[in-house]
């Protein structure tokens, strides 16, 4: 009986180791498989920040283009308003140019009406037809140059003709033959003058 009982223990003992290297071993592989699964995760985790740090990249760089372009357009913009108002002033100051010779004949023919016939209904219609012609003028930025009793500038003025005239001071403007006139901050046609010395 004794023997018997010595092998029922021997066999329950053997159970026992079993039993333990049993749940030893389960417990080692549940490791192994949670730092699989751990390292597992971990490139899974790595490839998602990277995509979104390469798409971070990518919106910056669209956000970069896209501001660039707007710049680009903005200058584009201005560029062509500055280039249509220039074209409008070169415009302008060659019809104002090709206008300025009617002012001078309306000037020379009006100055040349005899005392007598200035209340003619012909003169009176042609008087008002000048006035208008040079509000037009003014109003579109047109103004003449101040000529007579003032000093002599080369850059308002041309000089055809010199006087010695004691009463007025040296380079002051004596006569002037030909009105000038400026557009805006431009000379469109300098003043022919006479300068005393």
Request: aromatic content about 6%.
């Amino acid at each position: 009986m004794k023997k018997e009982e010595l092998q029922n223990e021997e066999a329950k003992e053997e159970e026992t180791v079993k039993a333990e290297e049993a749940s030893e071993e389960k417990e080692s592989t549940g490791g192994e498989k949670s730092e699989e699964t751990e390292s597992g995760e971990e490139p899974e985790m790595l490839k998602k920040k990277k995509k979104k740090d390469k798409m971070e990249e990518k919106i910056e760089e669209l956000e970069d283009r896209v501001k660039r372009q707007m710049a680009e357009f903005d200058n584009f913009r201005k560029r062509t308003e500055k280039e249509k108002s220039h074209m409008y002033e070169v415009g302008a100051r060659d019809v104002i140019e090709k206008i300025l010779p009617v002012v001078d004949n309306f000037e020379r023919g009006l100055a040349s009406v005899p005392e007598d016939q200035k209340e003619n209904p012909v003169i009176v219609g042609m008087d008002k037809i000048y006035n208008q012609l040079m509000t037009t003028l003014t109003d579109l930025g047109v103004e003449p140059i101040e000529a007579v009793g003032e000093e002599f500038d080369p850059n308002y003025h041309n000089a055809v003709m010199h006087v010695e005239d004691e009463e007025l001071g040296e380079n002051v403007v004596a006569e002037e033959f030909q009105k000038g006139y400026m557009y805006k901050d431009t000379v469109i046609r300098h003043s022919m003058v006479k300068v005393a010395n």
